[in-house]
């Protein structure tokens, strides 16, 4: 497994942390929630990508068309 995916995820996390709390001190709470949001959606994104690679190998594996 490459480890390289997981200090991307961490670190989207904890960039995305680090703006929210200085939004919410800064009282822009809706901008902080869009900041959570979206840094949500690119988790997923990446996730989503793996899960493609994922498939993509068991299809080879298996020579499934």
């Given at each position: 497994?490459?480890?390289?995916?997981?200090?991307?995820?961490?670190g989207v996390g904890l960039l995305t942390a680090i703006v929210n709390i200085v939004?919410?001190?800064?009282?822009?709470?809706?901008?902080?929630?869009l900041v959570t949001l979206t840094g949500l959606v690119i988790v997923l994104m990446i996730v989503l990508d793996m899960l493609g690679g994922l498939f993509d190998s068991l299809k080879s594996i298996l020579s499934l068309y």
């Open positions: 497994m490459d480890t390289g995916i997981i200090f991307k995820i961490a939004l919410k001190k800064s009282d822009k709470d809706e901008i902080a929630t």
